[in-house]
């Protein structure tokens, strides 16, 4: 019994990490503009952040490509407009917004 509370603890620590990870993934889209070219569940002028999940679903290295993407910006993936870099942005910070990118289902 006192091993099942043990883990069910772990979890919601667990599980409470994982929120203000996403809510700070949020966050740092926001105040990083990435709200002026990206939606949710729609294209703006980039793709809906629920389309760039789903274009690299199953892709072991999407989380690294995505956060270079991020970095370095890019162009040609998704039409013609560019995607500016983001090179201010620290290693943690591109972490955590390319795996929050890639968490969002349509």
Same mark, same amino acid.
């Given at each position: 019994?006192?091993?099942?509370? %043990?883990?069910?603890?772990?979890?919601?620590?667990? $599980?409470?990490?994982? +929120?203000? =990870?996403?809510? #700070? &993934? *949020?966050?740092? !889209?926001?105040?990083?503009?990435?709200?002026?070219?990206?939606?949710?569940?729609?294209? %703006?002028?980039?793709?809906?952040?629920?389309?760039? $999940?789903?274009?690299? +679903?199953? =892709?072991?290295? #999407? &989380? *690294?490509?995505? !956060?270079?993407?991020?970095?370095?910006?890019?162009?040609?993936?998704?039409?013609?407009?560019?995607?500016?870099?983001?090179?201010?942005?620290? $290693?943690?910070?591109?972490?955590?917004?390319?795996?929050?990118?890639?968490?969002?289902?349509?």
């Amino acid at each position: 019994m006192r091993n099942i509370f %043990i883990l069910a603890s772990l979890w919601a620590a667990s $599980a409470a990490h994982a +929120a203000t =990870d996403l809510a #700070a &993934a *949020a966050e740092i !889209a926001k105040a990083n503009g990435c709200y002026s070219c990206h939606a949710a569940a729609e294209k %703006i002028v980039g793709p809906a952040f629920s389309s760039v $999940a789903e274009k690299y +679903a199953g =892709d072991n290295d #999407a &989380a *690294a490509t995505l !956060a270079q993407s991020i970095q370095m910006g890019s162009k040609g993936k998704w039409g013609r407009a560019a995607m500016p870099a983001h090179s201010s942005l620290s $290693a943690q910070d591109l972490k955590l917004l390319a795996g929050w990118v890639l968490s969002i289902k349509p």
